[in-house]
């Protein structure tokens, strides 16, 4: 199982955020350098920002494709750009960003629902301690004052 961190989360929801505003921009029906403007001005995460405009540039001044433009990308996942390969194939790149972001916010919501239950599991614990401990110190002084007698 691998384990959940608040930056592996922190990605997926960069990732989700970046598949939803290209996916509602492009569909929407405008110019591929107006939507990658758009998702870089929606998603926080400096890097994913800082590789979308340059992807921009890429495809303005170079003819790239999109998944060129992110084919050496640091932040974006595999999936991600073989989801856009596969769009921009197939001519369904609004379709396999849906996809995209459907598969994302479900990985999201399993990761953060495991976090919850880890959160609950911990919680029951450290009650279970406390009242534990309570228990042996009340019984430590009744059997201290019984036996001092």
């Not at 990605?11 to 970046?18: E, G, N, T």
Request: charged share 20%; net charge positive.
């Amino acid at each position: 199982m691998v384990s959940v961190t608040p930056v592996l989360l922190e990605r997926k929801i960069d990732l989700y955020r970046f598949s939803m505003l290209l996916n509602i921009s492009i569909s929407s029906g405008l110019g591929i350098s107006e939507s990658l403007n758009i998702t870089a001005s929606g998603v926080p995460n400096f890097l994913l920002k800082k590789e979308i405009f340059k992807a921009r540039y890429m495809i303005e001044k170079r003819g790239m494709t999109l998944e060129q433009a992110f084919a050496g990308s640091k932040v974006l996942s595999t999936l991600t750009r073989r989801m856009i390969l596969s769009g921009e194939v197939s001519g369904t790149i609004v379709t396999q960003l849906e996809k995209l972001a459907a598969y994302t916010f479900e990985d999201i919501t399993g990761k953060v629902n495991g976090l919850v239950r880890t959160v609950k599991i911990l919680s029951y614990l450290i009650a279970s301690i406390f009242i534990i401990s309570r228990i042996f110190m009340l019984s430590s002084s009744i059997l201290g004052s019984i036996y001092s007698h």
